[in-house]
């Protein structure tokens, strides 16, 4: 496993998180300041559509943040060392799964047992 090559890859999609997060941050605002600039909305469909978009802007932040935050553990794993180990049982998380997902923190079985649990 090459850690400067996973490194650079999580660094990259960092900036990627980072820019997508604000730009999200920033169509909220701003549809925030339109919804509130229009005293009353038109119909019901307005209405619903802006609180439909709101939401899903909601949900889209969280999975940045969730993302970003993924990836700082991973940056971290590296610098502590732990990098390529399972947070969860300490084994080997296997090499494929580290090129296709730079920030996974967990094996595929304690991602699936966790996720069963939530
Ligand atoms: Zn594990």
């Known amino acids: 496993m090459n850690l400067q ?5 999580l660094t990259d ?4 998180y980072e820019a997508g997060l604000s730009d999200v941050k920033e169509q909220r605002r701003s549809g925030l300041r339109r919804y509130e ?3 009353v909305p038109d119909d019901d469909v307005d209405a619903g559509t802006v609180l439909f978009d709101r ?10 943040a ?3 935050k993924q990836v700082e553990r991973a940056l971290a794993k590296i610098d ?3 990098y390529g180990l399972c947070d969860n049982c300490r ?4 090499e494929e799964r580290l090129k296709a997902l730079p920030y996974a923190t967990l094996g595929i079985d ?3 047992r966790l996720e069963r649990s939530a």
């Open 5 to 9: 090559h996973q490194r650079k890859l």
């Open 13 to 16: 999609l960092r900036a990627q």
């Open 37 to 39: 600039s229009t005293e």
């Open 55 to 64: 939401e899903r802007n909601e949900v889209i932040e969280e999975d940045f």
């Open 66 to 68: 969730a993302l970003l």
């Open 80 to 82: 502590e060392g732990t």
């Open 91 to 94: 084994k080997p998380i296997p």
């Open 110 to 112: 304690c991602q699936e």
